[in-house]
């Protein structure tokens, strides 16, 4: 059984929000900042408290790995204390780290992220390399049911930059990111999970929805990770047309979860230095039942 | 002034040739890696004594975070360390990482690995998602004089996949990696060195010789990172024609330089337990050596 197919069934059971703990110092609450060792204790405290929170809110979780690489080495090991607190408990966790490299080292980046002291269930990575800077993951999935979201068209401004370009003696024609879903499309016909899904998936944006149907009817057996909702101006009608029948995605979420602690508190004029890790682990299990009700309302209306 | 200037003397001192740390722990001598206490000791021992026996032989050094990753925090510890060792020696040294993300992680990427316990003194980056996953790394050129490599057309198979790619729309047509040499080639006009290359330049493998001069005089500004020497199967010729004046270039091996003193003993029939670092750092010493007067012989016939 791959990872692709605990991760439906999660969706199927919680909805489809992955909550984002791309957890900067600056998001916790100060009070609880101020009173740890250092600011990587204050990060993992804080994760613990709203994984425990969110747990049955959230299909997974993404864990951003520059937000723990900017804190050096403690910031490593919260990184993989906080994966090991989500496989600990059962729970799904995309290690968000976009890797991309060759042969020999893509091996041992596969080798570093899905065994050891950063394991986790699924990995984000890059494409532009080619193909053989993501097959050698593949032996993961085979042996271990692991998965990967690959980018193809993401939510950010840049996408236009390269992503988007028009390629030539292609017709209808084509763009590049479609010839990354081409390409992901074969090695998921060979890696067919149990819900139809292959074992890798594709990042695909939800901030530019005149494409999402067309995206969504071209790639039926990619699963997607959806990132762009909320602060980056994605909305749940946009991300709804990313989804078929009603799985295959799920949509991340990261500040508005995280922050909402500090949202709550501006619009009822309280003091932010009052906010605890419980009241913003409260405020995020909101902001993602929310979110995941927001969803899956527009997904019914697809 | 930029790292890109201080990298262009380095060359002109002392030839073309990054030296590659992409350290596994099976490319150490069998003696020296199990008298360690653990593989990441073993590995920074070895780096050391590389580093040491090197130091006036090569341009800079190319840390591939991958082969540390692999062994965990203890890994990631060596690799710290490895950077702190070269660049406290006053080498030059690029953390070979390819990230690509966005904006606000593009920020506490660049915070990672151009301050603090993994500061470099360049990082390779992968353009995939857009220049906005490149520009928010220049703020370091403008303040510490930091550099990077941006993936433009490597030296694996994979290349063709994506990065050969032509565009639509171009006249002559061009290929996806002209389009990123494009953005770069904007980039350095606005972040130009005193020695006429743009503080950020792009990683351009010599596979394929057909195009090295071709990619030269259409991007006269970029300072090239080019890998896929030796082991990958590029030669000194090729190499050359990446070259301009003969200087805007360093050519890296990892393996024919790390692994010398394996290639050493086997050619004579010796016993590979009786290597030590030494003998290794002596070895690499000479594959150097040859390395850099191969690449400043063809240079010359340029």
Redesign the interface.
């Given at each position: 059984m791959y990872n692709i197919d605990r991760l439906f069934e999660s969706v199927a059971a919680k909805g489809h929000v992955c909550v984002g703990l791309?957890t900067?110092a600056e998001y916790i609450p100060p009070a609880e900042r101020q009173k740890a060792a250092c600011d990587a204790d204050a990060v993992l405290a804080f994760n613990r408290a709203i994984v425990d929170a969110t747990f049955d809110t959230a299909a997974c979780y993404k864990v951003?790995i520059?937000?723990y690489?900017?804190m050096?080495?403690a910031g490593?090991?919260a990184y993989?204390q906080t994966l090991n607190y989500i496989r600990g408990k059962g729970g799904l966790v995309i290690a968000d780290i976009?890797?991309?490299?060759?042969?020999?080292?893509?091996l041992?980046?596969a080798?570093?992220?899905f065994s050891?002291?950063?394991e986790a269930d699924f990995a984000t990575l890059?494409?532009?390399?080619?193909?053989?800077?993501i097959e050698p993951w593949l032996g993961y999935a085979d042996s271990a049911g692991k998965g990967a979201f690959v980018?193809m068209r993401?939510s950010?401004?840049?996408?236009?930059?390269?992503?988007y370009?028009?390629?030539?003696?292609t017709v209808p024609?084509q763009r590049?990111y479609h010839?990354?879903g081409n390409?992901l499309a074969t090695i998921a016909a060979a890696h067919l999970g149990k819900y139809g899904y292959g074992a890798f998936g594709a990042v695909v944006g939800c901030t530019e929805r005149e494409e999402a149907a067309e995206i969504r009817s071209a790639f039926p057996n990619l699963f997607f990770l959806i990132p762009g909702y909320g602060a980056q101006g994605g909305a749940a009608e946009a991300a709804a047309l990313l989804l078929r029948e009603g799985n295959g995605g799920v949509v991340n979420a990261s500040r508005s979860i995280l922050k909402a602690w500090s949202a709550e508190i501006g619009s009822s004029g309280g003091d932010a230095f009052a906010a605890s890790n419980t009241f913003a682990a409260d405020a995020a299990y909101r902001a993602a039942a929310e979110m995941r009700d927001a969803i899956q309302a527009a997904a019914q209306n697809v």
């Open positions: 791309d900067a951003q520059a937000c690489e900017e050096g080495l490593l090991s993989s976009k890797r991309g490299d060759i042969a020999d080292t893509a041992r980046y080798k570093a992220h050891g002291e950063f890059s494409p532009y390399m080619g193909m053989d800077s980018l993401t950010n401004k840049g996408m236009r930059d390269f992503e370009l028009e390629l030539n003696g024609p590049l010839a990354v390409k």
